[in-house]
């Protein structure tokens, strides 16, 4: 079956540190990927998606490459801000109806 | 306007009793979905509904039963509480293909005591 494997967290980075979080993927098929955020007490937001090899997502910093090679979807944002501390979901979809597969979830701890 | 909305957000309840959480979309999408993320903050999918017909039904016990009165909206009835039950349930929404995203509710944070 589909499965998403993400490091583990806690990550704690200072503020204006480069932050990577790797994300790998076991699929068939060519599932479509995710990255979402969970701020303390919300819903899950998309943050971006790629839906095809050497797809590159993109949003408020971050960015995530689609790369089918080495089947990973890492997520990189060059500068964190107090701001993106949150929890991140690599996250899924390999087959009809849309259902996501989520990996665990790293937190993201921002210090200033 | 919310495009995905959730009631209650907080439900505290003894075991043994029975409780239900409603979902409204206004995003005009077809398919709708529950999921449980658990103490650890893992999600899992429970179940998909698309146009009023259940098409994901994943291993989750009987007492659980999803009805989806029109496409825009999907409930979840949770029959004879447990302590295990204790989760945060989300709605979400989407157009059901694979190369789109979904759109989630605010989460109801069920305690069972």
């Known amino acids: 079956g589909n499965s998403v494997t993400q490091m583990e967290g806690p990550v704690t980075l200072s503020e204006e540190a480069f932050l990577t979080i790797n994300c790998t993927y076991t699929a068939t098929g060519y599932p479509s990927l995710f990255w979402y955020v969970q701020y303390p007490g919300e819903g899950l937001q998309l943050l971006l998606k790629?839906?095809?090899?050497?797809d590159k997502g993109s949003n408020k910093g971050f960015e995530a490459t689609y790369r089918k090679e080495t089947t990973s979807f890492h997520l990189e944002k060059g500068s964190v801000q107090v701001s993106d501390s949150a929890v991140y979901f690599c996250a899924l979809v390999g087959d009809s109806w849309g259902k996501l597969q989520f990996g665990a979830g790293t937190q993201v701890v921002v210090t200033p | 306007d919310t495009a995905v909305s959730q009631t209650p957000k907080y439900l505290v309840t003894q075991m043994g009793n029975d409780k239900s959480i409603k979902c409204e979309q206004n995003l005009g999408h077809d398919t709708m979905y529950w999921y449980k993320q658990d103490s650890k903050k893992f999600l899992k999918i429970m179940f998909s509904y698309n146009n009023k017909e259940l098409i994901i039904n994943e291993t989750v016990p009987n007492r659980f039963s999803p009805k989806s009165p029109d496409k825009a909206h999907l409930n979840l009835h949770i029959n004879s509480l447990e302590l295990g039950d204790s989760a945060v349930y989300f709605c979400?929404?989407?157009?059901?293909?694979?190369?789109?995203?979904?759109?989630f509710g605010q989460g109801t944070r069920l305690t069972v005591v």
């Open positions: 979400a929404s989407s157009s059901g293909r694979m190369n789109t995203e979904a759109f």
């Open positions: 790629a839906t095809k090899a050497d």
